[in-house]
T-cell receptor
Framework: AQSVTQLDSQVPVFEEAPVELRCNYSSSVSVYLFWYVQYPNQGLQLLLKYLSGSTLVKGINGFEAEFNKSQTSFHLRKPSVHISDTAEYFC?????????????FGRGTSLIVHP | EAGVTQSPTHLIKTRGQQATLRCSPISGHTSVYWYQQALGLGLQFLLWYDEGEERNRGNFPPRFSGRQFPNYSSELNVNALELEDSALYLC???????????FGQGTRLTVV
């Protein structure tokens, strides 16, 4: 079975400051990793994903994440946040082919950007 | 290309009633996932349908059920509604074995 832990339920930050949202996972098989963003009263939108290859993944809206296999982490970063980045962020893991294909999500991290 | 569409957007039901939620996947996608997003609990996996069959279900009671139609659209039924069933229900679709699930906007179910 796989699981995802998002270490912070809420992260307040000032506009133009850097931010890191932390995610750790556990799985008995190789996985794909994802970050999704959810704006108020909306569904989820994919920010970025790690499938294989380079451990540094770049996504939309200036976000990037680094896959660390030894620490089973996939932390999300942005060097300078905007007010519009205020949203809920979800880390997710999915088994690679041969597994269950069911994306498992963390509980989410609420990013609050203050002016 | 149309994304995943869910209907209705909002649904208000009385405790004990039944609710039916609908999902149309992206054209060509055969897998449909249902998730419950209750306040503070993140996304909890409910059901996975693929090629018309239920492939897996999460840790929910049997009163949560559904089906997938030949056109791959899906329906989630919740019987004997309880107050704690109030949540945002999200549907996602993907190609089987693909690496990304695409989400709809969700149905907000309120049980009073």
């Amino acid at each position: 079975a796989q699981s995802v832990t998002q270490l912070d339920s809420q992260v307040p930050v000032f506009e133009e400051a850097p931010v890191e949202l932390r995610c750790n996972y556990s799985s008995s098989v190789s996985v794909y990793l994802f970050w999704y963003v959810q704006y108020p009263n909306q569904g989820l939108q994919l920010l970025l994903k790690y499938l294989s290859g380079s451990t540094l993944v770049k996504g939309i809206n200036g976000f990037e994440a680094e896959f660390n296999k030894s620490q089973t982490s996939f932390h999300l970063r942005k060097p300078s946040v905007h007010i519009s980045d205020t949203a809920e962020y979800f880390c997710a893991v999915s088994d690679q082919p041969g597994g269950s294909y069911i994306p498992t999500f963390g509980r989410g991290t609420s990013l609050i950007v203050h002016p | 290309e149309a994304g995943v569409t869910q209907s209705p957007t909002h649904l208000i039901k009385t405790r004990g009633q039944q609710a039916t939620l609908r999902c149309s996947p992206i054209s060509g996608h055969t897998s449909v996932y249902w998730y419950q997003q209750a306040l503070g609990l993140g996304l909890q996996f409910l059901l996975w349908y693929d090629e018309g069959e239920e492939r897996n279900r999460g840790n929910f009671p049997p009163r949560f059920s559904g089906r997938q139609f030949p056109n791959y659209s899906s329906e989630l039924n919740v019987n004997a509604l309880e107050l704690e069933d109030s949540a945002l229900y999200l549907c996602a679709s993907s190609l089987r074995g693909n690496t990304e699930a695409f989400f709809g906007q969700g149905t907000r179910l309120t049980v009073v």
